[in-house]
C-alpha cells in the first residue's frame, strides 16, 4: 500500500481522507476491502471516489451523488458502444480518445466533468445508433 494521498474536495475545500468503504455502502460483498477518499465533511458534503485495491490511489476526482450518476451513465455508454462494435476495452478507450481529443492519461471517465460525461455519452449514443437496431434481442 502507498501513502494516502492529500486531496481536497471541490465542492466545499476540505480535505478527503482515506477510509472503509462500508462508512458509505455498509458492510456488504460490494464495500468489502473496499476503500473511499471520502470527504471529511460527509455526509453534509455528499463527494467521496473509490481507490484503486492494491495502491489506494484514487480512481478519479471527488464527486458529488450528481456527478457520480453521470461517470456511471458514461460508463454504461462506452461499454455498449463497446458491444455494438466488437471492441476491446482498450480499443474503445482510443477511440475515446481520439473523439475528445485527449492523451491516455486523461482519458478516465473518473476524472470527467458533467459536461464531458455528457459528451462521452452523446458520442458513443451517435456512433453505436447504426447498429443498434441490428443486434438480436438480449
Not at 471541490?10 to 462508512?23: D, K, M, N, T
Not at 460527509?42 to 476526482?61: E, L
Request: hydrophobic share 35%; net charge positive.
Amino acid at each position: 500500500m502507498t501513502k494516502q494521498k492529500q486531496i481536497k474536495c471541490p465542492y466545499c475545500h476540505a480535505g478527503a481522507s482515506l477510509r472503509p468503504a462500508s462508512v458509505v455502502y455498509g458492510c456488504n460483498r460490494r464495500s468489502q476491502g473496499k476503500f473511499l477518499y471520502l470527504c471529511d465533511r460527509w455526509p453534509a458534503c455528499d463527494a467521496y471516489v473509490s481507490a484503486h485495491d492494491r495502491t489506494h490511489q484514487p480512481m478519479g476526482t471527488l464527486a458529488n451523488g450528481d456527478l457520480r450518476h453521470k461517470r456511471i451513465l458514461a460508463h454504461r455508454a462506452l461499454e455498449h458502444l463497446q458491444q455494438v462494435r466488437h471492441m476491446e476495452k482498450w480499443e474503445a478507450y482510443i477511440w475515446l480518445q481520439a473523439k475528445l481529443g485527449l492523451s491516455d492519461r486523461q482519458a478516465h471517465i473518473g476524472q470527467f466533468s458533467d459536461w464531458m460525461c455528457d459528451e462521452v455519452i452523446r458520442l458513443c449514443h451517435q456512433a453505436a445508433a447504426p447498429l443498434d437496431g441490428l443486434q438480436p434481442a438480449a
